[in-house]
């Protein structure tokens, strides 16, 4: 099948309902006639098998996206009488999101390597010198500080700390990594190069601190606090990186587009990549706060943790779905 003709048949049926959506966004449903209301219904079940079939011949993810947009917001005035805000955000987390990260994950590829190649190479440096981790990787901030390095010197994780304070504790990580996650996609503004900093800077810091406990004999016990949250935490940093990166990409490479169009498109987007990541960083400061500190949970179980959230997110984030409801399949 030739899937640009194939694309090219359809869109005039696409746009049809895009055209009574947006009448019905505005105006609401009682601006329609019948025969339009019959036609949203009988649009919306030709654009959702279109999904489908686009889905099985490997039609480019744009469009998959757009199409499946198209999809969510046919479902709900098709089959719903009025607005469901929580399942509006239900439909959010569980559709929209990760079909854009799908679509934009070269991005977020990008910034994964961003902050773990920096990682590696310092881990490495640090470990042949040890005296680079006094470095500064952001103004007034070392790799280690002289407080981290005492504790590690005389065979302390500050760490332990954290397991005293667990809800004060939880509350301030999850405030944090926001905040990172928040620099890392707002930056995306100044042409990439803050969010690049900010995931170099990260990086930095990560592989200097890993590579002071290792001189120290500390890596197991840092590995074992990190596990359990740093799936979660991580990769919502680096979803965050991605969309502050196709901010960026907005900017400095418009195409065909006037700047300001190509920014607004890429905004959009953007903001649904790192939208969808706070929950995610929610949860990573909960178990960062009450289960990666705790001595008295086994290191095994930690590590359970971390491959148990490791398998929910690919599952998550990778496999594709689409609204389904009883009331569909009985039409």
């Not at 959506?21 to 505005?26: A, G, N, S």
Request: proline share 4%.
């Amino acid at each position: 099948m030739n899937i640009e003709r194939w694309t090219s048949g359809r869109r005039p049926v696409w746009q049809e309902l895009e055209e009574l959506l947006k009448r019905v966004d505005k105006k609401g449903l009682t601006s329609l006639s019948k025969n339009e209301l019959r036609s949203l219904g009988r649009l919306y079940r030709a654009v959702a098998s279109d999904l489908s079939r686009a889905r099985a011949i490997g039609v480019p993810a744009n469009i998959i996206v757009y199409l499946n947009n198209l999809v969510v917001k046919g479902h709900n005035q098709v089959y719903q009488s009025q607005k469901n805000r929580w399942q509006d955000l239900w439909h959010f987390l569980w559709v929209t999101f990760p079909a854009i990260f799908r679509a934009n994950i070269i991005y977020v590829f990008v910034a994964f390597l961003l902050s773990f190649l920096p990682s590696v190479a310092t881990w490495y440096l640090v470990r042949n010198d040890i005296n680079l981790a006094h470095l500064e990787v952001q103004p007034g901030m070392a790799m280690v500080s002289d407080d981290l390095w005492g504790m590690i010197e005389k065979k302390q994780m500050w760490t332990d700390a954290v397991q005293e304070k667990s809800p004060v504790a939880s509350s301030w990580i999850i405030t944090n990594n926001i905040k990172v996650a928040l620099m890392a996609f707002v930056l995306g503004l100044t042409g990439g190069i803050g969010t690049v900093y900010v995931l170099v800077s990260n990086g930095l810091l990560i592989g200097g601190t890993f590579a002071v406990c290792s001189f120290y004999d500390l890596s197991y016990r840092l590995a074992a606090f990190v596990a359990p949250h740093g799936v979660f935490e991580l990769s919502a940093i680096f979803i965050s990186g991605g969309a502050g990166l196709l901010l960026a990409k907005g900017i400095l490479f418009p195409g065909n587009l006037s700047r300001l169009d190509s920014l607004r498109i890429n905004t959009k987007q953007a903001f649904i990549l790192f939208a969808g990541c706070v929950p995610v960083l929610f949860i990573a400061g909960i178990i960062e706060g009450f289960i990666s500190p705790r001595s008295d949970i086994p290191q095994a179980a930690k590590y359970a943790v971390s491959f148990a959230t490791l398998i929910l997110l690919l599952l998550y984030l990778f496999v594709p779905r689409t609204v389904e409801t009883s009331e569909h399949n009985k039409r």
